[in-house]
């Protein structure tokens, strides 16, 4: 299981914009030849926890939630082992405690980026996140 951290959420008016970080402990996404899902999942207050965007180390495959697409980018520094979840046009309902987490693809990996994100945002272990507050 890989250790990540996530940093950069805070208080901030409608409309303005916030960079999430998330740093993987002692892994960068460029040491494993099959490669890695990479998310950032949400949970707002008495909702589930839902998939906000998820790709692969290479980005060739990316999905984002229908609420934030246009929006919201996701993006990896793969020698860092980083992953950022660039915010625009934030929305009050864009409010919640922001996690992320990164997954090594198997050898002979019959998951997609879409499955992988829907199945992690239902069943995956978490840290601490990084909360957002988004005033209107």
């Known amino acids: 299981e890989v250790q990540v951290v996530e940093s950069g959420g805070g208080a901030v008016q409608a409309g303005g914009s916030l960079r999430l970080s998330c740093a993987a402990s002692?892994?960068?996404?460029?040491?494993?030849?099959?490669?890695?899902?990479l998310g950032w999942f949400r949970q707002a207050p008495g909702k589930e926890r839902e998939g906000v965007s998820c790709t692969s180390e290479s980005g060739s495959s990316t999905v984002y939630a229908d609420s934030v697409k246009g929006r919201f980018t996701i993006s990896s520094d793969n020698a860092k082992g980083t992953i950022y979840l660039q915010m625009n046009s934030l929305t009050a309902e864009d409010t919640a405690v922001y996690y992320c987490a990164a997954e090594k693809k198997r050898s002979f990996e019959v998951r997609n980026v879409n499955s992988w994100c829907k199945r992690t945002a239902a069943s995956g272990s978490w840290g601490q996140g990084t909360q957002v507050n988004v005033s209107s």
């Open positions: 002692g892994f960068t996404f460029d040491d494993h030849a099959a490669g890695w899902f």
